[in-house]
């Protein structure tokens, strides 16, 4: 069973699409995130949510709307998708923000924007 | 920005013992020193975090100096498939919720057999 699961795994998509990316997680965790990895490999916190409720937001262009149903889930809608949208985004999540956890991460969605 | 410095390469005999440095001369003393690994295509994955003291889990041993400025991750009997870049992050006891994982460039380290 996978931890922390994202679909879809590789997406392509033209200019000035809309899309979403979505995220799960089955080990009762209450904070979730997302993670950009560019080409050149760095790997950069957008949001953190915690029990539903925005915490993080690193200055991310508001075209990228995050979005939590629940605390089990986290998705990611993007906006008139650029060029410079192409990225690995990783979701992840740890059990609560104030305990010193771990992060489980998922397995990343290959975006790529043509 | 990552708080962290860490040599950008490394190779290592498989079956040999692989230290990774990692240098963080500036952390203060409510921070901890967490490792993280990335394979190839997959995503980041925790190893082991420490304090002040040596730690030990079943993936592998960390060592901070006494003036805690620097680290060593050790993986004891490395294999092929610990091929990864490795990352050495700094991060305060988490009193915030708006504590977060800040990765740096890392170390790439390369099992070879």
């Known amino acids: 069973d996978t931890a922390v699961s994202q679909t879809p795994k590789y997406l392509v998509t033209q200019m000035g699409n809309d899309k979403s990316i979505k995220c799960e997680q089955n080990l009762g965790h209450d904070t979730m995130y997302w993670y950009k990895q560019d080409s050149k490999k760095f790997l950069k916190i957008m949001f953190s949510?915690?029990?539903?409720?925005?915490?993080i937001n690193e200055t991310v262009p508001n075209r990228f709307s995050p979005k939590s149903p629940d605390k089990a889930h986290l998705n990611l809608h993007i906006n008139s998708l650029e060029l410079g949208d192409s990225a690995v985004y990783f979701c992840a999540s740890s059990q609560d923000v104030l305990s010193n956890t771990e992060a489980f991460f998922g397995q990343g969605t290959r975006l790529t924007v043509v | 920005d990552a708080k962290t410095t860490q040599p950008p390469s490394m190779d290592c005999a498989e079956g040999r013992a692989a230290n990774l440095p990692c240098n963080h001369s500036t952390i203060s003393g409510n921070e901890y020193v967490y490792w993280y690994r990335q394979i190839h295509s997959q995503g980041p994955q925790y190893i082991i975090h420490g304090l002040k003291n040596n730690e030990t889990n079943e993936m592998a041993s960390l060592i901070i100096t006494e003036d805690r400025k620097s680290s060593t991750l050790i993986l004891p009997h490395a294999t092929l498939r610990d091929t990864a870049v490795y990352y050495c992050i700094v991060r305060p006891l988490r009193r915030y919720n708006t504590d977060k994982l800040i990765f740096g460039t890392g170390t790439r380290l390369q099992v070879f057999p």
């Open positions: 949510y915690n029990n539903k409720e925005l915490i």
